[in-house]
């Protein structure tokens, strides 16, 4: 198997609610998301054609499509944590989830938007999402 990653960058802000701590109030972050995606290479030797299993520049513009341009520069809170405050955010910057916006389910949300984006030859086969710069989440397609 032959895999490519592609890293993109987005800014977002979330707050976890009953968080423990400051992550309970409204905070923000500048994300990284490592974007690995898989093919069958179908010959030992070489990859026929023009050599790429998926061009660089389609899977930007997928998850682009899928990810950055519904997270970014967004407020992105659960349900649980609107009921809590009284909500005068704007449609246009607000993101909601019935789920806390941990990394670890924003690592999911990708997985499933960017899964439902991908041509049928081509495999996600991990993400990697930097909330900090020394704190990341993992999700890889382990069969």
């Given at each position: 198997m032959i895999s490519i990653t592609k890293i993109f960058r ?40 023009l050599g790429i299993s998926i061009d660089f520049k389609d ?64 495999q996600l086969k991990s993400l990697r999402l930097y909330e ?12």
């Amino acid at each position: 198997m032959i895999s490519i990653t592609k890293i993109f960058r987005f800014e977002a802000a979330h707050a976890i609610y009953k968080y423990p701590g400051s992550c309970q109030n409204i905070h923000g972050h500048s994300y990284e998301l490592q974007v690995t995606v898989q093919a069958e290479q179908l010959s030992e030797d070489f990859i026929h054609g023009l050599g790429i299993s998926i061009d660089f520049k389609d899977l930007k513009t997928r998850v682009q499509e899928a990810v950055i341009k519904v997270l970014d520069h967004k407020l992105i809170l659960s349900k649980a944590y609107l009921a809590k405050v009284k909500n005068t955010f704007s449609p246009d910057e607000l993101v909601i989830f019935d789920f806390e916006p941990t990394a670890e389910n924003l690592l999911i949300f990708s997985r499933n938007q960017i899964r439902s984006n991908l041509p049928e030859h081509i495999q996600l086969k991990s993400l990697r999402l930097y909330e900090t710069r020394d704190s990341f989440a993992d999700w890889s397609d382990v069969k």
